[in-house]
């Protein structure tokens, strides 16, 4: 092993997509997965096979469509986890099982009703069940975190006995202070014996803001292997970002430490996730937020005129932020929408493309210029299609002096309603006159509107999450108008509600 090479573990597609209302279907996996391969990720965690046949699947189909990266999937320390785990990656062409056990006394004593020298015994009976089927193992100590650093290295230094080529060691919680992570490693360095013998991973969370800190204090301090996903995304606060490790390393070259990460397919790959799992990048996002290059301030901008060195320590190109991409209008062609999602990392059927290139016709009617989110949302935008309620038309009208009032037409399952009713705003006329023809209770939670660039004539997305029954659940819509945007989103939360 180069003990100067970091190894990118991504699991955007596991790890990431457990946010509530962001999950993705196979082919957007796969579409998701190619674009990590390109990226140059050296392992993708494609799933949690057992969890769901849904996740199954992803598992066979991605293991079937990306050549080079090691694919992985997740398992408990249970051996029907494990089977099930070997039989999705039959396909793959790189394989790993990522089994393990939480190993902190809160997961012993609660979560499991166990003694740790029961975990112990777990932890390598299901390695060695898992070397049955694969060579490469890897072993995740949960809330490793919180665990106790001598029985942590006893765990380690057990399962590497067992055949484990790779120790993940996950702060499951968020909780640790960098220097406290990172000593957890440099401990586990100098106290496991056969510790050269597998690679040490990280795999942070961000509940306390401190998810990319604490991963590369581990790498800092001997960890070769960094669990992460694209735009941070991830339960709770999220995981590390990919993004943010990656330019961190290219940035600090006195680290003396490569990966295999093409930072110029950073900027596509976000807005490609973001646009698929329906989830906003914040503007002041590092890296990736439209805000990242951004300089508002006078000093600020007059420093960047005269050396961009002064206030940037980044070109914008090296991450993929090309201000001299083709711009897409009303006048171009097949060939630059084509050329423009291919370099987005979407490839079409030119049956598919012709739809999709109607809809980018009718939207450059309305918009001046077509942006990168833009085209994202018009290859994405089948996902509307089986719908069991979709709206007709809609008609909202309001003013200074005015009551907002909307009228709306609705299609449930063939059958036509319409309704009309007042608000405190247009968007909330036509919710209440939505609500009025679909009587269920439900409460909006969060309603977020995001532009896609600056003009008056912008697509905005609007992002809405509602409690339903005691259930979270996301909707997403798109459009020039912002009252369609938001009633589309809406409409979406009662589909995924209304059907279960």
């Known amino acids: 092993m180069d003990k100067n090479r ?12 457990q946010v509530p209302g962001c999950q993705l279907n196979t ?11 390109g990226l140059g990720v050296d392992v993708i965690e494609a799933g949690f096979p057992i969890s769901s046949p849904g996740d199954f699947n992803s598992v066979v189909e991605i293991s079937k469509a990306v050549t080079w ?11 029907k986890d494990i089977d099930v785990a070997a039989e999705a990656l039959k396909y793959a062409k790189h394989k790993r099982i990522h089994t393990g056990i939480g190993t902190s006394d809160s997961h012993i004593k609660y979560k499991f009703n166990a003694t740790r020298e029961e975990i112990l015994e777990r932890a390598v009976r299901a390695v060695k069940y898992a070397k049955k089927y694969v060579e490469d193992i890897e ?21 590497i006995k ?32 056969g510790i050269e013998n597998a690679i040490i991973s990280t795999h942070c969370h961000n509940d306390l803001g401190m998810a990319t800190a604490n991963t590369v204090s581990g790498i800092l301090n001997g960890a070769r292997q960094c669990e992460v996903t694209i735009n941070g995304i991830g339960e709770r606060a999220g995981n590390t970002s990919l993004e943010e490790v990656a330019m961190i390393l290219r940035s600090h070259k006195e680290l003396g430490l490569q990966s295999g990460i093409n930072t110029q ?46 206030y940037e320590i980044i070109d914008p190109r090296d991450v993929g932020i090309d201000n001299n991409a083709i711009v897409l209008t009303a006048r171009s062609g097949h060939a630059a929408l084509k050329y423009r999602l291919e370099v987005l990392g979407v490839h079409l059927s030119d049956e598919r493309l012709d739809k999709v290139y109607k809809d980018f016709l009718d939207l450059a009617d309305k918009k001046k210029e077509i942006h990168d989110d833009d085209i994202l949302l018009l290859a994405g935008a ?66 977020t509107i995001q532009g896609i660039s600056q003009g008056s004539d912008d697509n905005c997305k609007v992002h809405i999450q509602v409690e339903c029954e005691g259930r979270i659940y996301y909707g997403f819509g798109a459009s020039t108008d912002i009252v369609a945007a938001a009633i589309e989103a809406y409409v979406d939360c009662l589909n995924k509600c209304t059907i279960k």
Not at 415 to 434: H, M, Q, R, Y
């Open 6 to 17: 970091v190894y990118f573990f991504d699991t955007t597609l596991r790890d990431g997509e």
């Open 27 to 37: 082919v957007e996996k796969i579409q998701v997965a190619k674009a990590l391969e």
């Open 382 to 447: 089948e996902r509307t299609q089986d719908h069991h309620i979709r709206v007709d038309w809609l008609q909202a009208t309001s003013g200074i002096g005015m009551k907002p009032v909307a009228s709306v037409g609705l299609d449930i399952a063939g059958e036509k309603f319409e309704s009309a009713a007042t608000g405190n705003g247009p968007v909330d006329a036509a919710i209440n006159a939505l609500r009025q023809i679909v009587r269920r209770h439900v409460t909006i939670k969060e309603f």
């Open 162 to 193: 067992a055949g484990a080529t790779v120790v993940n060691i996950p702060d499951t919680t968020g909780y640790c202070l960098p220097q406290e992570y990172g000593a957890k490693i440099k401990y586990l360095c100098d106290h496991v014996d």
């Open 139 to 159: 072993f995740y100590a949960e809330d490793a975190g919180r665990t106790e650093n001598e029985f942590l290295a006893r765990v380690v230094e057990a399962v």
């Open 69 to 79: 990266p090691t694919i992985c999937a997740l398992s408990r320390a249970v051996e």
């Open 265 to 310: 397919k950073i900027y596509p790959l976000s807005r490609m996730v973001s646009s698929l799992m329906n989830m906003p990048v914040q503007p002041n996002k590092a890296i990736v937020g439209r805000n990242a290059f951004a300089h508002s301030s006078g000093i600020h901008q007059d420093g960047v005129l005269k050396n961009v060195q002064t």
